[in-house]
């Protein structure tokens, strides 16, 4: 699947969480909110680990990243993320450091289109 045609960020996941979380607004605020503070330090890990070469730290980190992001709805850094661990699992690490710039671009967006699309929008309905 090509990410570029997958959505940024699909709000219905959020909607979910949020109900799965008793429709705690706060609850899930405060989920999206940790996701969006530990995006540096995951996209790092991830650079870091697929850079040196390191392939179980990179799927490790990779792993991580491809989940909570798919609890989020950010369903576009969830695919590049599946193609980076795709990528690794075909013994392509180049290619896979390739995907790195995209994989940051896409994760810049996505935690603005979070901050904007649900942190700041009303969600008490």
Same mark, same amino acid.
């Given at each position: 699947?090509?990410?570029?045609?997958? !959505? #940024?960020?699909?709000?219905? &996941? *959020?909607?979910?969480?949020?109900?799965?979380? /008793?429709?705690? +607004? !706060? #609850?899930?605020?405060?989920? &999206? *909110?940790?996701?969006?503070?530990?995006?540096? /330090?995951?996209? +790092?890990?991830?650079?870091?680990?697929?850079?040196?070469?390191?392939?179980?730290?990179?799927?490790?980190?990779?792993?991580?990243?491809?989940?909570?992001?798919?609890?989020?709805?950010?369903?576009?850094?969830?695919?590049?993320?599946?193609?980076?661990?795709?990528?690794?699992?075909?013994?392509?690490?180049?290619?896979?450091?390739?995907?790195?710039?995209?994989?940051?671009?896409?994760?810049?967006?996505?935690?603005?289109?979070?901050?904007?699309?649900?942190?700041?929008?009303?969600?008490?309905?």
């Amino acid at each position: 699947m090509d990410p570029e045609r997958v !959505s #940024l960020f699909c709000p219905e &996941v *959020l909607q979910s969480l949020q109900e799965f979380l /008793g429709g705690e +607004k !706060s #609850l899930c605020s405060h989920f &999206v *909110l940790l996701y969006i503070d530990m995006w540096p /330090g995951r996209f +790092k890990r991830i650079y870091d680990a697929v850079k040196a070469g390191h392939r179980e730290d990179a799927m490790d980190a990779a792993l991580s990243l491809r989940t909570a992001s798919a609890m989020v709805g950010a369903q576009r850094l969830s695919e590049l993320t599946t193609e980076i661990i795709h990528l690794l699992d075909s013994g392509k690490p180049t290619a896979a450091i390739k995907t790195l710039e995209t994989l940051q671009l896409c994760g810049t967006q996505t935690m603005t289109k979070l901050k904007i699309a649900y942190l700041t929008l009303d969600h008490s309905k």
